[in-house]
Nanobody, 114 residues
Framework: QVQLVESGGGVVQPGGSLRLSCAAS????????MGWYRQAPGKERELVAH???????WCADSAKGRFTISRDNAKNTVYLQMNSLKSEDTAVYYCSPTQGPRIWGQGIQVTVSS
């Protein structure tokens, strides 16, 4: 069973940057497509960015041009670089495989506020 631990969140001003990390346990990480999701208060959880095992990426329109997803299979880690942050990016961010059952960690709070 894969376990996921997110880190790197915090409070940042509009226009600022954060880099989220998701460390995964388990030997199958390198073949798993992974995604970053977020859930804002009162809203449903949504997929923000996705990366295949081969490194192909996709970003939601709301994140395109500002967020970059990447992975380091040697470190069993997936990253989300977030630039030009906006108040509407405030949410709890989660990583999970995007194929098969979703696996949720504890999530990490990102707050964008002046």
């Amino acid at each position: 069973q894969v376990q996921l631990v997110e880190s790197g969140g915090g409070v940042v001003q509009p226009g600022g940057s954060l880099r989220l990390s998701c460390a995964a346990s388990g030997s199958k990480f390198s073949i798993m497509p992974m995604g970053w999701y977020r859930q804002a208060p009162g809203k449903e959880r949504e997929l923000v960015a996705h990366i295949t095992s081969g490194g192909n990426t996709w970003c939601a329109d709301s994140a395109k041009g500002r967020f970059t997803i990447s992975r380091d299979n040697a470190k069993n880690t997936v990253y989300l670089q977030m630039n030009s942050l906006k108040s509407e990016d405030t949410a709890v961010y989660y990583c999970s495989p995007t194929q098969g059952p979703r696996i949720w960690g504890q999530g990490i709070q990102v707050t964008v506020s002046s």
